[in-house]
């Protein structure tokens, strides 16, 4: 489909305000298929969009926040909620729409005992085997024709991104020990992040926030098949997510069958670049490298002394982790090309993320 030939398909921002709404805003006045009917705040109905987000000043400049109990009816729906609130409003979310594309936790995991265990309940559990995970890396024959679609979780996204070569290509058969440490920035609080994410208490640290227990091991369980133990920092960042994997085969493996792995998985892939010990300053992945991009870098190292392979994988949280990934998905379910409106490369040299 082309917009030359057809209608442009609407879309419709649920949590504009917050910064991953902007994003959302951001990719979609700049996608060829795509025009924003409405961006919803109820914090700042009435207020333009370019004045809570100063990149959009002077795009769509007419666009104002509404409403979010005035929903009007759009081609595909993006909820940028807090956890909870989608699951208590998918009825009316769908009912707006044909497509929606739900960017909180509320419909990731496949089933309520999950959510008993790792959230606090499930109000719609009956949904939970309607929604396709959002990242088109693992699921994208799944995401064709998805009416109801859940973006991942940053961390969990490039943990996954980082093992799922290992798991498809049988490097690991999932009863391995895994050890993941990752490192994101202070947006992946919100922008109501609270005291833990103001500058004076986030600059300069690497705080462990969540050394146990994160609630995206569930989504890294349930999608690679295998247990990780999983480790959270805090840094001091504005965008990004970098997740080192410390792996433990069972069995030898060799530099050729990892090369192996990750080109069968993503060389083909629109998104995915390989970082792994060539020359120059970023010689492995990079969060700074895929700022404002919906790109994610794996790479990898052989440590034959310990039996060891350590993997790394970058991605900017707000976009490969949240609003790129939801739009990368609502291009597949709706047949549109899937690289339309995520082209863009990033910015080198470029100050910190």
Request: hydrophobic share 35%; net charge negative.
């Amino acid at each position: 489909m082309s917009a030359d030939d057809e209608a442009a398909l609407t879309a419709g921002v649920v949590g504009a305000s917050g910064f991953t709404g902007g994003e959302l805003l951001r990719l979609l006045a700049g996608h060829p298929e795509f025009e924003i009917a409405q961006a919803t705040s109820r914090s700042y109905t009435g207020k333009s969009v370019g004045s809570v987000h100063p990149n959009l000043r002077g795009t769509h400049s007419d666009l104002r926040f509404t409403d979010p109990e005035e929903l009007e009816s759009v081609d595909v729906l993006f909820t940028a909620t807090p956890h909870g609130v989608s699951m208590g409003q998918i009825d009316e979310f769908q009912a707006a729409a044909d497509t929606v594309v739900d960017l909180s936790a509320d419909f990731r995991l496949d089933a309520e005992a999950q959510y008993d265990e790792w959230y606090d309940g499930h109000d719609r559990p009956e949904l939970l085997a309607e929604a396709e995970y959002a990242l088109p890396e693992i699921n994208r024959e799944n995401l064709k024709g998805a009416e109801l679609i859940a973006s991942g979780g940053c961390n969990a996204t490039a943990t996954i991104l980082g093992l799922h070569p290992l798991i498809e290509d049988g490097v690991l058969d999932g009863s391995e020990q895994v050890v993941v440490d990752v490192k994101v920035g202070s947006s992946e609080g919100g922008a109501g992040g609270g005291d833990a994410s103001s500058h004076p208490e986030r600059s300069g640290v690497v705080r462990p926030y969540a050394p146990t227990g994160h609630r995206h091991e569930a989504e890294i369980e349930q999608f690679l098949g295998l247990d990780v133990s999983f480790t959270c920092h805090a840094v001091d960042m504005t965008r990004g997510a970098s997740a080192t994997a410390h792996v433990f085969p069972n069995g030898p493996v060799s530099k050729g069958d990892l090369w192996s792995a990750y080109r069968g998985a993503y060389e083909d892939e629109p998104f995915m670049r390989m970082a792994a010990g060539g020359s120059g300053v970023y010689r492995y992945p990079e969060p700074k490298a895929v700022a404002g991009t919906n790109y994610g870098e794996v790479g990898f190292e052989l440590d034959p002394s310990n039996k060891r392979v350590v993997v790394f994988s970058a991605i900017d949280n707000m976009m490969k982790g949240s609003a790129g990934q939801a739009v990368h998905a609502a291009n597949v379910a709706l047949g549109i090309e899937e690289t339309a409106g995520l082209e863009f490369q990033g910015l080198h040299p470029v100050g910190a993320p």
